[in-house]
């Protein structure tokens, strides 16, 4: 684990030594403060809105964070030649991908705490109370919805070479299962015969990221999730995470690395 | 005496892009034994195959058939690069990082003792003069200057062995005759050193036996002293005979 925690260390570095989240971060509070200090209809009740809003940011720029700040890593290592002397010393390349994923999830980690804590103030500010349940139960589904997003985008970054191409399909396919793959089934069903059954299929093995959302529950403060619920959607979360690395290794460690 | 590299009919094969196209030989039966505190020159013109061979000795790339080991280990295992140093020909080191935080970094990997790191640290950047620009972000460092990262990072684990790919490669006379002197000092130390270059003169003054392969197969191998009295001229010559090239007359 020496070496992995070692290179999670040089990605969390690079992480707050780039600019593009404080560009994120400053975005989302700017947005969120403007129409926080908007009185639209006079109604009392904007303060839902304005959970609703500042959440999707932060779902937005999460999902931002986690897939440029994974796309780039491998094809830059190769780029910039830095894996060489790396893989010459004692490093796996298995060691390289679980380094990497545990350095961008972190990273992912810190941000989405500095997020979550402005938007605790905000709205403790707004509404004098905040649901501490289900708001640290939204902080730990949405950590572990990363870890499946840093997973899958450090797999295509071994099947890509290119960070760009990688990060738009990962992009679109992430955004695709978070709002279309809780539906598969009732399309599945609506089809019927071999393509049904292959959309089926394909509802069972892609990962739920719905599972994780559980932004209306703290928008219009409902009850908490069981804890039975949250471990479970923890375990899934990890059992995918590890099966996407698998895979990334499985595919990274066959490639001929030519200098 | 145990080699401390050792290559046995090392043959590598890339397969071909599209279906149709023949696979390229890039090593072809090669054998090879560096015993312990020589420095070895492995030349060859461009397309010799000696990076293959280089990044079959690191790891990178498999052999098609043959075996390669580092100090009896098989190269394929990670344990194989513990006591190993490697300086790539051109490579841009992290850029957000400075040169101490580089070090830092792989110092942790090769599990170097905190108080010993940092001491290790201070050592190779008084060797490869960068100690004034040690919290200087890699990215604001000259070509040179990045070529002193590379053999830095080469040498943070005290190496037994180090394995240059083109160590000059792109430096000025001063850069070069610093990295030369760096080579010097650590074959002194007793150091291993198994280095690729096209500066034959280089070669000449701090090889003490050499290879030239060409199109994947070894040529010739000897010490450097004895090449020169059977071939009676300097390294450049035997090197460009052995390739096949003939000096065109000029007009």
């Known amino acids: 684990?020496?070496?992995?925690?070692?290179?999670?260390?040089?990605?969390?570095?690079?992480?707050?030594?780039?600019?593009?989240?404080?560009?994120?971060?400053?975005?989302?509070?700017?947005?969120?403060?403007?129409?926080?200090?908007?009185?639209?209809?006079?109604?009392?009740?904007?303060?839902?809105?304005?959970?609703?809003?500042?959440?999707?940011?932060?779902?937005?720029?999460?999902?931002?964070?986690?897939?440029?700040?994974?796309?780039?890593?491998?094809?830059?290592?190769?780029?910039?030649?830095?894996?060489?002397?790396?893989?010459?010393?004692?490093?796996?390349r298995a060691q390289l991908i679980g380094g990497k994923f545990v350095g961008c999830w972190l990273a992912c980690g810190i941000s989405l705490l500095l997020f979550y804590f402005f938007y605790g103030v905000i709205i403790g500010s707004r509404e004098h109370a905040?649901?501490?349940?289900?708001?640290?139960?939204?902080?730990?589904?949405?950590?572990?919805?990363?870890?499946?997003?840093?997973?899958?985008?450090?797999?295509?970054?071994?099947?890509?070479?290119?960070?760009?191409?990688?990060?738009?399909?990962?992009?679109?396919?992430?955004?695709?299962?978070?709002?279309?793959?809780?539906y598969l089934n009732r399309i599945a069903a609506g089809i019927g015969g071999v393509e049904g059954a292959i959309t089926y299929a394909l509802y069972y093995f892609i990962p739920h990221l719905e599972f994780f959302d559980i932004r209306k529950i703290i928008v219009h403060n409902h009850a908490p999730v069981t804890a039975l619920a949250v471990e479970g959607a923890t375990l899934y979360g990890a059992l995918y995470s590890v099966f996407l690395l698998a895979l990334a290794w499985g595919i990274f460690r066959r490639k001929a690395l030519t200098v | 005496m145990n080699a401390v590299l050792e290559i046995a009919d090392l043959r590598v094969e890339f397969p071909s892009r599209d279906l149709r196209g023949k696979s390229k030989l890039a090593v072809d039966g090669l054998n090879l034994r560096i015993q312990q505190g020589e420095v070895f020159g492995f030349l060859g013109p461009n397309g010799a195959g000696k990076t293959t061979t280089m990044n079959v000795l690191l790891g990178f790339v498999n052999p098609t058939s043959g075996s390669a080991?580092?100090?009896?280990?098989?190269?394929r295992k990670?344990?194989?690069?513990?006591?190993?140093?490697?300086?790539?020909?051109?490579?841009?080191?992290?850029?957000?990082?400075?040169?101490?935080?580089?070090?830092?970094?792989?110092?942790?990997?090769?599990?170097?003792?905190?108080?010993?790191?940092?001491?290790?640290?201070?050592?190779?950047?008084?060797?490869?003069?960068?100690?004034?620009?040690?919290?200087?972000?890699?990215?604001?460092?000259?070509?040179?200057?990045?070529?002193?990262?590379?053999?830095?990072?080469?040498?943070?684990n005290n190496p037994d062995l180090l394995i240059l790919d083109e160590p000059t490669s792109g430096l000025d006379p001063l850069g070069r005759m610093k990295v030369r002197e760096i080579i010097q000092r650590l074959k002194d130390q007793g150091?291993?050193?198994f280095f690729s270059s096209h500066e034959l003169g280089e070669v000449e003054t701090v090889c003490d036996r050499v290879?030239?392969?060409h199109e994947g197969r070894l040529?010739?191998?000897?010490?450097?002293?004895?090449?020169?009295?059977?071939?009676?001229?300097?390294?450049?010559?035997?090197?460009?005979?052995?390739?096949?090239?003939?000096?065109?007359?000029?007009s």
């Not at chain 1, 985008?153 to 738009?168: C, K, M, R, W, Y």
């Not at chain 2, 080991?69 to 190269?75: K, L, Q, R, T």
Request: include cysteine.
């Open chain 2, 191 to 193: 150091k291993t050193v």
């Open chain 2, 78 to 156: 990670p344990i194989a690069r513990q006591r190993i140093g490697y300086l790539p020909e051109l490579t841009y080191y992290y850029k957000f990082l400075n040169t101490e935080e580089l070090l830092r970094f792989y110092a942790k990997i090769f599990k170097i003792p905190r108080a010993e790191r940092e001491q290790r640290i201070a050592d190779v950047l008084k060797l490869v003069e960068l100690e004034g620009a040690r919290k200087r972000l890699i990215k604001t460092y000259s070509k040179g200057m990045q070529q002193r990262v590379g053999l830095a990072q080469a040498l943070i």
């Open chain 2, 211 to 213: 290879a030239i392969l």
């Open chain 2, 219 to 250: 040529r010739v191998e000897g010490r450097v002293e004895a090449l020169l009295q059977q071939y009676q001229c300097n390294l450049e010559q035997i090197f460009l005979k052995i390739i096949g090239y003939s000096a065109q007359p000029s």
């Open chain 1, 1 to 92: 684990m020496n070496n992995v925690f070692a290179l999670a260390g040089v990605v969390i570095k690079e992480l707050y030594r780039r600019k593009d989240f404080y560009v994120l971060f400053v975005l989302t509070a700017l947005l969120t403060l403007i129409l926080g200090s908007a009185n639209i209809f006079n109604d009392e009740q904007i303060v839902r809105y304005l959970k609703e809003i500042c959440l999707l940011l932060i779902w937005v720029c999460s999902l931002v964070i986690a897939i440029t700040t994974a796309a780039r890593q491998i094809p830059a290592e190769r780029e910039s030649r830095t894996i060489f002397p790396l893989l010459a010393k004692p490093v796996t």
């Open chain 2, 69 to 75: 080991s580092i100090f009896g280990v098989d190269v």
């Open chain 1, 130 to 182: 905040l649901a501490f349940t289900p708001y640290f139960q939204a902080v730990w589904l949405h950590w572990i919805c990363l870890g499946i997003v840093t997973a899958m985008v450090l797999l295509g970054s071994v099947v890509f070479t290119a960070p760009s191409s990688n990060a738009t399909i990962c992009f679109i396919v992430i955004i695709g299962l978070l709002f279309a793959g809780q």
